[in-house]
Structure formats: C-alpha cells, structure tokens
C-alpha cells in the first residue's frame, strides 16, 4: 500500500464547476500536511498547508481528518488556469515529504 | 526574494560518466531536500539536511549516489557512473525548518544516454 493515495485521475470538468480531491495517508504519525500544485514540466509549488480545523485561501478549501488519515481539497469556481496536476503531500519524520502520485485536473471553456 | 536555484537546468550525459548537480537553497533556509521525478512518475525523496545534523540518505537508490552541503548552504548531488534509468528530473527543496512548507528549485532535467 503506498504510504499517500490519491484519486485517480484525470479529472475534466467545465469552467465554474466545483471540484473535490481526496486523499488517505497511512502513516498516524504524520505531522503536516500539503497541497502542491504542479505544471507540466514544471516544479512543485506549494498550493496551501491543511491545518486540523480546515482552511480556506479564496476558491480553496482544505480539510483534514487525523482519525480517519484522510485530506480533501476543494476547488470552487474552477479557472481555466487551474488545470494542473495537484499533489497530495505528508510530512512524516521531520524532514521528507511523502507525495502522492498526483491527480491530474483539466478545465475546459 | 530569490527563490530555489539549480544547475544545470539540463545535462545529457553518456552512461558511465559522473555527474554534479547544484542547488541553491532560499537565503537562512536551514532545510535542505533532493528528490527526484522520474518520467511520468510521482515524486520520490532521496536525501535531506536539517542544519549541522547528520543527513537523512535514506532515500538515497544506490551508493553510486552522494551528497553535500558545504557552509550550511549550497549543496551538490552526484552521480557516479551513471546509468540510464538515473534519468530523470532532479529537484531540489529548502525550507526555513522541518516540519514547514518547502520550496522548490526549477529542477535538473538529467538524460544518460
């Protein structure tokens, strides 16, 4: 079992859809918790943290849920410019980030 | 401020020969990160190092693989006697402590012919 799983992709939805990305980790011990978005060809960049209370950063919604090892992002409103792949990312033992293997988003006009 | 730097941005190299990498981290970044991205394939964590501590290289794949940071900054990954399946992209991650939000360089795009 891989210790990040993500949904499956691609997902392909229309512009103003809403839409939901899930994650399960398998490590309890897991200390914090990310969002990356990535580009083709291009590094990761940090899309948000997930605190335990959930947070919010505009069209962005993260949720975490320590006793179900689960993580959610939520897009609202979707952009064309939001088409990238998104990474579910932990952070175990003070140091390296555990990354899922990315689920793949493509808004279309 | 200036962000992640590495170089090269790309290096083709023959099979056998020994490559370096450079990384550049955020000034007063203490943490220090290799990955590595593979075509197609998730990201997959080889070294870290968290300032005067021993580095974690447990993700290191092989003894052929190496790295160092000297004064606390700049760091090199090497390759000894490449091989193709080292292709890859290289990328490089520093972060103001464990624990936080990382930052990524733009990456080293290796080909071993």
């Known amino acids: 079992r891989k210790e990040v799983e993500q949904d499956p992709g691609p997902f392909n939805v229309p512009e103003g859809a809403t839409v939901a990305f899930n994650c399960t980790y398998s490590?309890?011990?897991?200390?914090?918790f990310f969002w990356y978005r990535q580009d083709c060809r291009k590094e990761p960049k940090l899309l948000m943290s997930v605190y335990s209370s959930g947070n919010e950063d505009g069209r962005f919604t993260a949720q975490l849920n320590r006793a179900s090892q689960y993580i959610s992002l939520l897009i609202r409103d979707s952009k064309l410019s939001d088409s990238a792949t998104y990474l579910c990312v932990v952070n175990n033992q003070g140091g390296k980030l555990i990354f899922g293997q990315g689920t793949e988003l493509s808004v279309k006009p | 401020g200036a962000g992640v730097s590495q170089s090269p941005s790309n290096k083709v190299t023959e099979k056998g020969k020994d490559v370096e990498l450079r990384c550049d981290p955020i000034?007063?970044?203490?943490?220090l990160y290799w990955y590595r991205q593979s075509l197609g394939q998730g990201l997959e964590f080889l070294i870290y190092f968290q300032g005067n501590s021993a580095p974690d290289k447990s993700g290191l794949p092989s003894d052929r693989f190496s790295a160092e940071r000297t004064g606390g900054s700049v760091s090199t990954l090497t390759i000894q006697r490449t091989q193709q399946e080292d292709s890859a992209v290289y990328l490089c991650?520093?972060?103001?402590?464990?624990?936080?939000?990382?930052?990524f360089g733009p990456g080293t795009r290796l080909t071993v012919l």
């Open positions: 490590n309890s011990a897991s200390q914090s």
């Open positions: 991650a520093s972060s103001f402590t464990s624990l936080v939000e990382q930052f």
């Open positions: 000034s007063g970044h203490t943490a």
